[in-house]
C-alpha cells in the first residue's frame, strides 16, 4: 500500500522533500500541501505533486482523511502544535529540527507520545543516515575500544548579518549535539564554552569562533570548534579516540587534482550538497516506518535531550568559562 504524505511547510525544505517523495523514493505519495502563504504550497503543487490538495492549515490537512503520515517542515515555532496534533490524531510524524524551540514543549511532545503508546515521531536529525557517520560508528564501536576523547569541528564559509551567537548552538551545533549522543551511546553531563580571538568577518553580535566542550556520563570529553565565517568552504570534522586506536570521519568522495603545480582537492561550500544523499535515507527510513503506523530513527526523547543539552550550551556562552551542568529525567521505557 502506498502511504499518502501531507507536508505542512513549502519553503526550501518542504519543496525539497517533496520532490524526494514524488521523485526519488518508492513506497509513498504526497497527498496535501499546506503552507502559511498558500502561493507558495500552490507553486509546489503544480512543480511537484499536481494530485495534492492544499489546505490552508496544517491541522486540516493532519485531520485529512487521505493523509496517513505528516511531515513538518514549517518554520520552527510552529514545530510542537503540530506535532501534538498528529500524536492527537495517531498519524506518525516527521518533524524537521528543531523538535520545539523550548525543552518544555519538547517534553509536552514526549509526555503526549508516551500517552499515545506508541512511537509516532521522527526527528529530523539526518547526521545519523550519513553514510560517512555510519562508517565511523561501526569501527567506533567494534575497532578503537573505549571511546576516551573526541575532537571535531563544524565550518561554515560565512553566515548572513541575522545569525547570533546563540545560533551557533540552536542551528549549527544541534547537530553535533545529537549525533555525538548517538556515536557514542551516551549522554552529556556539563557543557562549557570559551571563546577564541574573534574572526575579522565576524560582526558585533556574533562571537566567531567559539568552542565548545562537554562531558558525557561515561568521562568522554568532546571539544568542537564552531567556526562559521571560515571563508574556505562548508567543513564538518569528527575524530574519535578510543583506548586502541582513533578514527576520523571521511571525507566526502571527490577528485585530487594536479594541475598548474599543484595538488589540490575540492571542498564543498554549501551543507546541502554534503548531506544530500542522508536525506534520501532519512525520508526512506521514515516512509517504511510510517507505513506500519510507527516511527524510527531519532525520536522525541532525542528531540527533547537535544533541547535540554543545547540549553546549557547557551547557558555557557552567556557565562564565559563556566561548567554548566545537564541533568537528564529518566528517560521513559518508550524509548529504550
Not at 261 to 282: C, H, N, Q
Not at 312 to 329: D, F, N, R, S, W
Request: aromatic share 6%.
Amino acid at each position: 500500500m502506498t502511504l499518502r504524505i501531507g507536508v505542512i511547510g513549502t519553503g526550501m525544505i518542504g519543496r525539497d522533500h517533496t520532490r524526494r517523495i514524488a521523485q526519488v523514493l518508492a513506497g509513498a505519495e504526497i497527498t496535501a500541501l499546506s503552507d502559511y502563504n498558500p502561493d507558495a504550497a500552490r507553486a509546489v503543487q503544480a512543480d511537484l505533486a499536481p494530485n495534492a490538495k492544499v489546505y490552508d492549515k496544517g491541522e486540516d490537512l493532519i485531520a485529512a482523511a487521505d493523509v496517513d503520515a505528516v511531515l513538518v517542515c514549517s518554520t520552527g515555532s510552529t514545530h510542537e502544535a503540530y506535532v501534538l496534533a498528529a500524536i492527537a490524531a495517531g498519524k506518525p510524524c516527521f518533524c524537521e529540527k528543531p523538535l520545539a524551540t523550548t525543552a518544555e514543549g519538547a517534553k509536552r511532545i514526549v509526555d503526549a507520545e508516551v500517552a499515545h503508546g506508541k512511537r509516532l515521531v521522527q526527528v529530523g536529525f539526518m547526521r545519523r543516515y550519513d553514510a560517512g557517520y555510519r562508517m565511523l560508528k561501526d569501527v567506533v564501536d567494534n575497532q578503537i575500544g573505549a571511546p576516551l576523547m573526541v575532537h571535531a569541528a563544524h565550518r561554515n564559509p560565512s553566515v548572513p548579518e541575522q545569525y547570533v551567537t546563540p545560533m551557533a548552538i540552536h542551528d549549527t551545533l544541534i547537530h553535533e549535539i545529537d549525533v555525538f549522543r548517538w556515536l557514542l551511546d551516551d549522554d552529556y553531563v556539563s557543557a562549557q564554552v570559551v571563546f577564541p580571538r574573534k574572526s575579522s568577518h565576524s560582526h558585533g553580535k556574533l562571537a566567531d569562533p567559539q568552542i565548545v566542550l562537554l562531558e558525557t556520563a561515561k568521562g568522554v570529553r568532546i571539544d568542537v570548534e564552531i567556526f562559521v565565517n571560515c571563508r574556505y568552504g562548508y567543513d564538518i570534522q569528527c575524530q574519535v579516540v578510543g583506548e586502541e586506536g582513533l578514527a576520523n570521519l571521511p571525507e566526502p568522495m571527490n577528485i585530487t587534482t594536479r594541475k598548474n603545480a599543484a595538488l589540490s582537492t575540492p571542498i564543498m561550500t554549501d551543507w546541502k550538497d554534503r548531506f544530500v544523499d542522508s536525506y534520501d535515507v532519512e525520508l526512506a527510513d521514515f516512509i517504511r516506518a510510517a507505513s506500519q503506523g510507527t516511527a524510527s530513527g531519532p525520536s522525541s526523547w532525542d528531540g527533547y535531550v537535544a533541547a535540554i543539552s543545547s540549553d546549557a550550551c547557551v547557558e555557557a556562552q552567556e557565562k564565559t568559562g563556566q561548567i554548566i551542568p545537564i541533568t537528564l529525567p529518566a528517560r521513559p521505557a518508550l524509548y529504550d
